[in-house]
């Protein structure tokens, strides 16, 4: 009994070791919550673009996506018929048309015959006209202006009203920019400008940042200090001596200035801090004994390095693959400034803004247009994905 006693008693030492697992749990289920929230707050921006580039663009301009569901009210105006358009009827003159036109997706509120009282009178009641007689409002649009004496009037008058707008989904907006004249080739354009930036920088920074990890040499931790400054350097403040730069060489050797070569070389020399710092922290963490044992079988650097290094490398390289190509893809301003606004020369970006308009009003084309530029991102992404994660830890961490 008494073995059995002290058996029993042992699980309030058991209480006390369980408690940590649970505020581990609670830590746990806190972290999860955590990134939940975090994944909602950056999904409900996307989600409400993709709403609305599939919404009317008349209910776009009017409505917020959140009420995408529900209908929404616009105002109006439209002119009634001329004496012309009138038929004797029963005694009476009659003048018949429908304010809304073609548009079925609408359906009469109220109206009125000025801007200041568009709710005078509601779908299906009678308004006298200052021109003489009644007019009848359905809420099909039908109207009737039915008067005793001949219209006199010479312009036909203005009848205001508000509409109800039928909640309404199509993709008329994405073939909007898919038809758009000159979007292909801009596709095409931002292919050829990103895929060079990409590469070229992932090749020196490949190789410099083995040498900034692997190789002795004099003045090594002072290239690895300035790399780490660049790193904060505004692209706006380097941005224009650059292109006077490469301008004044483009002069000096007589070639045209504005060219696919000087666009890679800028996003090369914006890209390469970043890509040495990653790759670099990524090599310096690599096993030392494959390195040693592969110089005592008598391996130069270089065969260290492209039969080794690289294929051990491969997730920092998909990690600064990612963020490079996501930035030049959806850049704009060093398009701009290093291939001007040539049409034959402009980039995927470039062109939706021309298709904004002077006013930037046309929202269906910049939602529609959103996503359309999303598509390539997300492929990278998701193909790169998971090596993303793996390497830009490792190689921020060392």
């Known amino acids: 009994m008494t073995s059995i006693a002290s058996d029993i008693d042992v699980p309030r030492g058991a209480e006390g070791r369980a408690k940590p697992a649970i505020r581990l749990d609670l830590g746990r289920l806190a972290a999860h919550l955590m990134l939940l929230a975090f994944v909602v707050v950056w999904t409900i921006p996307t989600v409400g673009l993709l709403v609305s580039s599939i919404r009317d663009k008349d209910q776009l301009a009017v409505s917020g996506w959140w009420t995408a569901l529900t209908p929404s009210v616009s105002t109006g105006a439209s002119r009634v018929g001329l004496p012309a358009d009138a038929v004797h009827e029963n005694g009476k003159y009659v003048i018949r048309g429908n304010l809304l036109g073609s548009d079925t997706n609408k359906t009469v509120q109220s109206f009125g015959t000025t801007n200041a009282d568009v709710s005078a009178a509601q779908a299906g009641a009678s308004l006298p006209m200052r021109d003489g007689g009644t007019i009848t409002v359905e809420t099909s649009g039908e109207y009737q202006w039915v008067s005793d004496t001949p219209f006199t009037h010479t312009a036909g008058p203005r009848i205001y009203y508000t509409a109800g707008i039928a909640p309404r989904f199509t993709l008329e907006n994405y073939a909007s920019v898919i038809n758009a004249n000159g979007i292909g080739r801009a596709f095409i354009n931002s292919f050829t400008v990103t895929v060079p930036s990409t590469i070229i920088p992932i090749l020196i920074a490949a190789f410099a940042a083995y040498a900034l990890a692997w190789m002795r040499f004099p003045g090594r931790g002072w290239i690895v200090a300035l790399v780490v400054g660049l790193l904060v350097v505004p692209l706006q403040m380097s941005l224009i001596p650059l292109l006077r730069l490469y301008n004044g060489v483009a ?107 002077s006013r930037g009003d046309k929202w269906e084309i910049l939602t529609a247009g959103a996503f359309i530029t999303m598509i390539v991102p997300l492929l990278v992404f998701f193909s790169l994905q998971r090596y993303f994660v793996r390497g830009l830890l490792a190689g921020s961490v060392k």
């Open 251 to 357: 002069t000096t050797f007589g070639t045209e200035s504005k060219t696919y070569l000087g666009i890679w070389l800028a996003h090369t020399a914006f890209g390469l801090p970043l890509a040495i710092y990653l790759l670099r922290n990524y090599m310096a963490g690599l096993p030392k004994e494959i390195m040693e044992s592969a110089r005592m079988d008598g391996a130069s650097h270089f065969k260290i390095f492209t039969t080794m290094v690289l294929p051990l490398s491969f997730p920092a390289l998909a990690s600064f693959s990612i963020f490079q190509f996501l930035w030049v893809w959806n850049d704009l301003l060093v398009a701009l400034v290093f291939l001007g606004a040539q049409d034959d020369k402009l980039v995927l970006t470039g062109k939706l803004v021309n298709l904004l308009g």
